[in-house]
């Protein structure tokens, strides 16, 4: 089964820094596309960006280019999102996700909320 | 590249046939048959329920069906259930950048 597992809730202070996981397994980590999503409280879906683990070929949205990292560790299948410095409008759910130009988004991690509040 | 466009919301009543829209260009929707659609419920992650313009993934009722003309693609729900109550989002292939490019949402209550 094709999972997704992200890691758990966060609550930071505004000038933290912050790094999220996202621990892939059921499939070969390294030849799909994992991306990121936030979803900020109440609005919708914003696609932040793309990485192609066997390279670490990545692409950020305009939104979000300088402001996040996406990196992979290929020896134990995990995608992370980090921060350097969070901002009180960071507060949001990010879901990770697979992705392919067939299927679309195809497989959806459950999601890790973050609160970043003083 | 600009969010597909989607209605911000949609209604109809139980056992009708609705359908959202998903309008793009001729960059994203217009070039690929690879237009997807999710849906999510409060709380919840999204789920796929339409890939490649009009497949269902295994599991999926098949009251849901997609379609495609030009630069827009369309969601099509019938025999509406209380439980179709949810926010449903498109998206397409791009070539370039980050692969994908989203819809804004579209929330469909169920009257």
């Known amino acids: 089964e094709v999972q997704l597992v992200q890691s758990g809730d966060e609550v930071k202070k505004p000038g933290e820094s912050l790094k999220i996981s996202c621990k892939v397994s059921?499939?070969?980590?390294?030849?799909?596309?994992v991306g990121w999503v936030r979803q900020m409280p109440g609005k919708g879906l914003e696609w932040m960006g793309i990485i192609y683990p066997d390279d670490s070929d990545t692409r950020y949205g305009p939104s979000f280019q300088g402001l996040v990292t996406i990196t992979v560790d290929k020896s134990i299948s995990t995608a992370h999102l980090q921060w350097s410095s969070l901002k009180a409008s960071d507060s949001a759910v990010y879901f990770c996700?697979?992705?392919?130009?067939?299927?679309?988004?195809?497989?959806w991690g459950q999601g890790t909320t973050v609160t970043v509040s003083s | 590249q600009s969010a597909l466009t989607q209605p911000a919301s949609v209604s109809g009543s139980p056992g009708q046939t609705i359908t959202i829209s998903c309008s793009g260009t001729g960059s994203d929707i217009g070039l690929y048959n690879y237009v997807s659609w999710y849906q999510q419920h409060p709380g919840h992650a999204p789920k796929l329920i339409i890939f490649a313009v009009s497949n269902r993934p295994s599991g999926v009722s098949n009251r849901f069906s997609g379609s495609k003309s030009g630069n827009a693609a369309s969601l099509t729900i019938s025999g509406l259930q209380a439980e179709d109550e949810a926010d449903y989002y498109c998206s397409s292939y791009i070539s370039s950048g980050t692969r994908v490019i989203l819809g804004g949402g579209t929330k469909l209550t169920v009257l």
């Open positions: 996700a697979r992705a392919s130009q067939y299927y679309g988004v195809d497989v």
């Open positions: 059921g499939y070969d980590f390294s030849t799909q596309w």
